[in-house]
């Protein structure tokens, strides 16, 4: 209790680690697309002129790596000879190998793709049930991009980066502390003018003026000119952001990356079931904030471990709530798989401003809500 601080950082889709989800998961979905039951595990690696992707895949269908490599990096907007890194010069390596025959049998038993534990988080401190910090993180990198997207911005480059941090008072949000914004530009844009900008076409549209107080630090691009960015300026690769893909600092992260791994992967299916019981019992009003925590073994067909951290927020006995959750929501890797439809190409769309919080997204569906309103 008393005051303390939490903190998240959102990157946007230019930086290194981000460009390298996103790529994984657009050659995911395109395996999808043309084989609804591909499997697939890949890994990017983005240095200056180069993309290495590595991986393993059984699949019945035929993608062209190379095309959605430099498509997808087209889009996320290098597509100039003068960022340094762009998708036309941009050579392509691959390395792809068919998936162990080992893991093939393991989950052709309906068991785990794969061993993990995995976290589930939602509060009341959001409108899409996410802690305050990472929520505002990913409004603002996803603004600034767009910005850029959009024409409004043209001295905008695509990397760029997104630090906030926000001050409780007893567990509750009461002002914003620190924003800072990190933003790759062309070199002759002038940094007060870039300055400006951000703070009144980003900042101001979207942190609510209620959580500024006169002691909120704004800063944009603190350390000076930013021009050299992406994979020329900082070697770039999957997996290396997984806790502003989920919570900020707020909850515990499973330890796992989820980008470029098909559904039967269950650190990344697992997790979205977790968020969904989660967002469920905070939605239904049993407690202001919850956690679920999941653990799975290779090649076994039901949940290993499971367990729901209230924080002395419920408003009816934990273990009737954890029951509910168990009695409701499927644990099994392929119920989990079915039951969220997850055999579509929708995981580009993840790859970048968080996993989780995006209402379009099944894992955020309420579809069950009535049946935990009956414990009230």
């Keep these: ?11 946007m889709e230019g930086h290194p680690d981000k460009l390298a989800d996103l790529i994984a998961d657009a050659l995911l979905d395109e395996f999808l697309r043309k084989d609804p039951y591909s499997r697939v595990s890949l890994e990017i690696l983005l240095i200056s002129g180069m993309t290495f992707v590595a991986g393993h895949v059984s699949t019945e269908s035929y993608v062209d ?60 401190e959001t409108e899409s049930l996410m802690p305050m910090p990472i929520s505002l993180a990913h409004r603002l990198s996803h603004k600034i991009s767009e910005l850029r997207k959009s024409g409004k911005a043209p001295f905008l480059r695509p990397d760029g980066k997104v630090l906030i941090t ?41 942190v609510p003026q209620s959580l500024v107080s006169r002691d909120t630090r704004i800063l944009i691009n603190p350390s000076g000119r930013f021009v050299l960015g992406g994979p020329v300026a900082d070697a770039g690769q999957t ?19 989820f980008s470029g791994k098909d559904p039967t992967k269950t650190d ?21 904030r919850c956690m679920v925590q999941m653990a799975y073994a290779f090649g076994m067909s039901e949940v290993i471990a499971f367990d729901i951290e209230t924080y002395g927020t419920e ?7 954890r029951e509910r959750l168990l009695e409701v929501f499927h644990t099994s890797p392929k119920k989990m798989i079915e039951f969220l439809d997850l055999r579509k190409p929708i995981y580009r769309q993840t790859a970048c401003y968080g996993h989780f919080g995006k209402e379009n997204l099944p894992w955020e569906k309420l579809t069950k809500l009535e049946e935990f309103l009956e414990l009230k």
């Design 1 to 11: 209790m008393g005051r303390t601080i939490k903190m998240a950082e959102s990157p």
């Design 65 to 124: 790596i190379p095309g959605i490599v430099r498509k997808t990096i087209k889009e996320i907007g290098y597509n100039r000879p003068e960022h340094g890194f762009d998708a036309d010069s941009s050579a392509v390596i691959t390395s792809i190998e068919e998936q162990s025959p080992e893991i093939v049998l393991g989950i052709s038993s309906e068991g785990a793709g794969d061993t993990a534990t995995v976290v589930g988080y939602a509060c009341k």
């Design 166 to 206: 926000v001050l409780y008072e007893d567990n509750k949000p009461l002002s914003v502390k620190d924003i800072i914004v990190f933003c790759q530009h062309d070199p002759e844009t002038q940094l007060e003018k870039l300055r400006d900008f951000i703070t009144e076409e980003a900042v101001k549209k979207v």
């Design 239 to 257: 997996g290396r952001k997984i806790v502003s893909d989920a919570y900020g600092d707020v909850a515990y992260s499973g330890g796992s990356a």
């Design 268 to 288: 990344r299916t697992a997790s979205y079931m977790a968020r969904m019981m989660a967002k469920h019992v905070v939605a239904s009003g049993l407690a202001d």
């Design 315 to 321: 408003r009816v006995d934990r273990e009737k709530i």
